[in-house]
Nanobody, 124 residues
Framework: QVQLVESGGGLVQVGGSLRLSCTIN?????MAWFRQNPEKEREFVAA???????????FYADSLKGRFTISVDDAKNTMYLQMSNLQPEDTAVYYC?????????????????WGQGTQVTVSS
C-alpha cells in the first residue's frame, strides 16, 4: 500500500509560480502528476521513473514542456512539480499518483495509488 499527500496548491496571479509537493509513504518507482477541472477529464501533466535511464529526468505532456518541471528528492521520498508562468487554463485540482507497473504512462488508469489532490487557482 502506498499513501500520497499533496501540498502547495493555492491562489496565484497570471504569470506567477507555484511548487507542489507530494510526500510518498511506501515504495514508488513510477510517479506522476495529473490535473482535473470540472469541465475536463483527468489530464496527464508529467511523470518520472526512478528506474528509467531517460525518464528519470521527467516526461511531460507536450503542451506543458518548458513551464512545468518534475523532480524527486529521494532522501525525503517527495516528488515536486514546479510550475511557472501560470495561466488561467492551469486552474485545476492537481493529483499525484504512483503506478503499480513499470514505465511511464499518460493514462490515469495505469496508476494505482492517488493522493487527495490540491487546488491550484490562477486568477487574471
Amino acid at each position: 500500500q502506498v499513501q500520497l499527500v499533496e501540498s502547495g496548491g493555492g491562489l496565484v496571479q497570471v504569470g506567477g509560480s507555484l511548487r507542489l509537493s507530494c510526500t510518498i509513504n511506501g515504495r514508488a518507482g513510477v510517479m506522476a502528476w495529473f490535473r482535473q477541472n470540472p469541465e475536463k477529464e483527468r489530464e496527464f501533466v508529467a511523470a518520472v521513473d526512478r528506474g528509467g535511464r531517460i525518464t528519470r529526468n521527467g516526461f511531460y505532456a507536450d503542451s506543458l514542456k518548458g513551464r512545468f518541471t518534475i523532480s524527486v528528492d529521494d532522501a525525503k521520498n517527495t516528488m515536486y512539480l514546479q510550475m511557472s508562468n501560470l495561466q488561467p487554463e492551469d486552474t485545476a485540482v492537481y493529483y499525484c499518483a504512483v503506478r503499480g507497473g513499470v514505465g511511464v504512462s499518460q493514462s490515469p488508469s495505469d496508476y494505482r495509488f492517488w493522493g487527495q489532490g490540491t487546488q491550484v487557482t490562477v486568477s487574471s
